[in-house]
């Protein structure tokens, strides 16, 4: 009986703990089979830099984007728990990922009864909890802004409950408090959180301001909170360079009007990389196409969503004063998103700056779930309709995910190697560096170098200074066939010497000298 009334009571936790557990599970079997490199396994070692007191990250060097309020922590508190461990590569972000999908049904939902809020979870679920292959090497990695988008989440989860709230003055205060503390930690790790928290959050508080005529209300403080929490996140920064904390190249800036032509051919070729097919590894045109064209109708939800409204918000720019439409918030911070994406120098050309839409990405399927409940499900038909194509897509994906084989490992082998000869220090090509250390649980370490005409010079990118002063000798180097510099090898022999024994786990070839290699500069 007491059993009854707790699961009646609770059921919706209940829902999103069993949901948690089954989609944790397959994201974290996906992860598993994506092959990590050193830019996945540097988020490790300023995790274990932050465990071990470096709260700061002071001698590191950094992009802007340098995640140190959102992931970092959480990788270092993990270490905390485990230490250094590869396996950490693929366990936070299938949680973060699946904790992402969980927040976005949230939305989806909020507020809706009955047949709606069940069209509005399976829908999302589907457009954004299936990924395609492209999609889940982009989420299931880190640090590729999984982080930023779950504070984002979790910043607008506390946002609408502030706005809502009306009896308890102190639950009140406590609700602004999170939310700004949240935004604070999510524009000082990211600047992507910018365009889609700070600049949604500031027009929505503005137009409300304007039409409730009322300067001292919950919009005015919510506006005044997140200005704070842009100028402090900025005041942050600026005193961690000051302290030593390097954090180089450029930040959010406008791109010059040669390039927003391309930024926008690199927008719809990214989009529809993202919103693939979730047949892993798979032909597009063989037996599986008829799947793939049932997942490209169910992505089409996200499409209508952010189409209907678009034409809502511009035609009456009212409709943002209503403080419970969740969908225009989303709509806001989708086109918030991808207008930073068109005109700064974030896309660069680069295919895999496709990350950097991975917001309008969730958004989109917030919107597209909430307006499909909402307006598109008409009668019987249709609810079976939209009902099966989502469930055949679930199970689809699902079937495929399972099927997928883990990563072998190379990396494991080059360790082996290096033990068993007794090689414990040595330098490496960018791409060999950090992913070997890791998978060595730091008992050998790998420092990135590059070769000069006369030296070996630290290859200051995600690393610490500290790295390249120490009186331990190095007596190997490490490439990858993932990326390396030609001639790089060369030069290296140039300053030191041919080597005298080598190993080949591809992609990587290690080069071993009987002598210690000279100190990096």
Known sequence: MYCFIFMKRYKNILVYLCCFIVLFLIYLHIAFSIPHNSDNASVLLEGLSMKSGNLFLRGWYMPPDNH????????????????????????????MFTLVVLLCCIFSSWGKRGKEKVFAFILVITIIGTPGAFLAQESLVGPIHMGTILFVLLAYLFYILFLQQRKNRIWTSILLIIFFMLSLAAFLGDPLALPILALPVTIISLVRIYHTRKIVSRNFLALVFIICAVMIANILEAYLVRTGTHIVGTTLTIAPLELIGGNMHQALVSILD??????????????????????????????????????????????IWDKDNIATIFWIAAMGDLLAFVFSTYPQGDITNARYLLPLFFFSGIVGARVIAEHIILDRLDTILVIGLAFISIIVFIHHAIQIKPYTEPERNVVSYLTSHSLTRGYGQYWASAIITVYAHGNITVRQVDPSNTDIVGYRFLSNEEWFHTSEKHRFIITSDFFTPQGYLAGIEHIIGPYNSSYTALPYHVYVWNVGLPDAK
Do not use: R
């Not at 140190?68 to 949680?95: D, Q």
């Open 68 to 95: 140190i309020s959102t992931e970092v922590p959480i990788y270092a508190i993990a270490e905390k728990i485990s230490g250094l461990s590869p396996s950490l590569m693929g366990i936070i972000p299938a949680a």
């Open 274 to 319: 993202l919103s693939g097919s979730p047949i892993f590894g798979q032909p597009i045109f063989d037996k599986t196409t008829p799947l793939i064209l049932l997942h490209g109708i169910i992505y089409l939800g996200a499409i209508v969503g952010i189409i209907v409204m678009g034409k809502k918000v511009l035609k009456n720019f009212s409709i």
